[in-house]
């Protein structure tokens, strides 16, 4: 359940290096973050080389998504946080969008990262959607056999405006997170296309999945670039 009556915030940054020598700065990152005033939640990923979950990494690229107590948290580590200054002097490129939480269901590491969060009716512009699974590990060669479908389907897919696929642990626990024109097209894909319809009867069917998480944003204050343009402009 999402309570009404606070500030909360979330954001998502994605940065890319020139080298995979990057994976470094994932170490030193963690304690930073730790510390951090104001972050409630946080995670830092690793990205894959597609759309969805799939196996293979792009050890050159990372992504962080965070939950802050206020926008004024996110400010101020922006302004003075190590971390966000090497993304303005060392990475290649980077984007990162602030997010308003206005639905979720389930969980990540035993909790909710968005309990107690705003929810705000969802309005009629682009939305933000983030995935999360645990997957079971008897079930990890059925589910990696399902994704290239739903990838080359994330591709060609109308109404998406961009897409990434992402890890926290190698090959079991799997997110992504993908920009979307509208409501209307997030439920066509959801319940509409074939390829992934059927994906998610296996995952029910089968129980695929140790624990799981769907939370839908509105994104606002986008900045910077993601593949050469920024996907919200």
Known sequence: MIATGTSTIASFHLIRYDSARAM??????????RRAG???????????????????????RWALFAVWRGEGDLEEFL?????????????AESW??????????????????FDGLISRPGGGGPVAVLTRASIRPRRLVAFYRSVPPVDELLVRQDGCLASIGMGEWPLARQATFSLWHDREAVRAFAYQEEA??????????????????FARFTPYASEGTWDGTDPLR
């Not at 470094?24 to 973050?33: E, G, M, N, Q, T």
């Not at 104001?38 to 050159?60: E, N, P, Q, V, Y």
């Not at 319809?197 to 129980?207: F, G, L, P, S, T």
């Open 38 to 60: 104001g972050l409630l939640f946080w995670r830092l990923l690793g990205t894959g080389r597609g759309s969805a979950m799939s196996l293979g990494a792009d050890l050159r």
């Open 24 to 33: 470094k700065h994932v170490a030193f990152d963690r304690p930073l973050l």
């Open 79 to 91: 302004r003075a946080s190590p971390i966000a200054a090497r993304w303005r002097t060392q990475a």
């Open 196 to 213: 992934h319809r059927r994906v998610i009867e296996q995952v029910r069917a089968h129980d695929w999945y140790a624990e799981e998480l």
């Open 96 to 113: 990162q969008v602030r997010l308003t939480p206005v639905a979720s269901h389930g969980s990540w590491s035993g909790r909710d990262p």
